[in-house]
T-cell receptor
């Protein structure tokens, strides 16, 4: 069963702590994405990765960085988390082919207190 | 910069009704369009896509695309309580990137 797996599902962090969100996919998709979802704002693109070590900023990259050292794994890092980074974070993957559906993971609910 | 807007923000319909969801976009060069569905607490999942002007039907769902008016829509025939979800329209902007609308929350009442 093809899927995108995100860990952890729920996370509570204090302001200023570092946060690591992990995402894996078993479809050998070249392209992977990190989005955040907030009420009324839909899905906002944080970073896109076209393949290993080939990452590009999305629409809201400030306060985030990413790492992709293997095609099947894409990490999102928050250095010194802020309360306004409380959100639901979704990872997605797709083949690097125009018109391809995205496959999303189940999301990580992050609360920064 | 692609601007994608959805209407209405929320919608309540009785079971068995026909439901229409709307999406407008700003870049007339856009070529790929989707509707994603997200049940509460779950991942968004691609529902249907359309890549040329006109209509596409899959079961109870129909997409209609009109590039000239920068508009596409999703129609659900015989709406069911299981159709209750957040519906997100999406438009490809180039570079394998997609811009999502903010969503329409649909509730189908039994």
């Amino acid at each position: 069963d093809m899927k995108v797996t995100q860990m952890p599902r729920y996370l509570i962090k204090r302001m200023g702590e570092n946060v690591l969100l992990e995402c894996g996919q078993d479809m050998s998709h070249e392209t992977m994405y990190w989005y955040r979802q907030d009420p009324g704002l839909g899905l906002q693109l944080i970073y896109i990765s076209y393949d290993v070590d080939s990452n590009s900023e999305g629409d809201i990259p400030k306060g985030y960085r990413v790492s992709r050292k293997k095609r099947e794994h894409f990490s999102l890092i928050l250095d010194s988390a802020k309360t306004n980074q409380t959100s639901v974070y979704f990872c997605a993957s797709s083949p690097r082919r125009v018109g391809s559906d995205y496959t999303f993971g189940s999301g990580t609910r992050l609360l920064v207190i | 910069q692609q601007n994608v807007q959805q209407s209405p923000e929320s919608l309540i319909v009785p079971e068995g009704a026909r439901t229409s969801l709307n999406c407008t976009f700003s870049d007339s060069a856009s070529q790929y369009f989707w509707w994603y569905r997200q049940h509460s607490g779950k991942a968004p999942k691609a529902l249907m896509s359309i890549f040329s002007n006109g209509e596409k039907e899959e079961g109870r769902f129909t997409i209609h695309l009109n590039k000239a008016s920068l508009h596409f829509s999703l129609h659900i025939r015989d709406s069911q309580p299981s159709d209750s979800a957040l519906y997100l329209c999406a438009v490809e902007t180039g570079g394998y990137k997609v811009v999502f609308g903010s969503g329409t929350r649909l509730l189908v009442s039994p």
